[in-house]
């Protein structure tokens, strides 16, 4: 006979499940179980960690996420992207490294910034001195509303693009290796 050991204690003293999870996303696509398989064909170029809230019959943007003002791309941890190689996005070289990355939303085109400043919470402490690039892309309406904040990358002629999305909303962002 095996004996049962109960933890009754310790799960008690474990946080709740988080209302926004932290999520993950490769270029390409589910790299690390491609590795693992043998079957990559391409090398790693980037990963974007984040937080993804949920709409829950908010209004999102204008209204929870403010105009005009910075936003950690998510929930909780500011959102971080990690280039495994030095990449251009909008013609502007950035180095292989990690940053975080954080947006200014209008209603017709987002701010996409690149922070040096990583392992942070929110954007209260968003230093602009920090900034390592700072692009604009035109916000693309959908017919359906996104419930969870999404992001992940879809192959494109020169590298990849960074596909964000949440509401009625998605921006684009393409980051070229050439």
Known sequence: MIPVLFCEAQTNNLPPLDKSPMDMSYYPTNYPVLKIQD????PV??????SRPQKNGRIIFGDLVEYGKVWRM???EATE???????KIDGKK??????????????????IILNKDVDTWGAFKYDVQK????????????????????????????????????????I???????
């Open 39 to 42: 079957k990559a064909t391409e």
């Open 45 to 50: 170029l980037a990963r974007v960690i984040y």
């Open 74 to 76: 998510g929930a909780n």
């Open 81 to 87: 992207i990690e280039f495994y190689e030095n990449i």
């Open 94 to 111: 950035v180095a292989k490294g990690r940053y975080t990355l954080y947006a200014i939303p209008l209603q017709d085109n987002w701010t």
């Open 131 to 170: 900034d390592v690039l700072r692009t604009t892309v035109p916000v693309q309406m959908l017919n359906e509303a996104v419930e969870a904040l999404a992001m992940n990358f879809e192959k494109a002629d020169n590298g990849c693009n960074l596909i964000i999305a949440w509401d009625n909303v998605k």
């Open 172 to 178: 684009v962002l393409p980051i070229n290796i050439k």
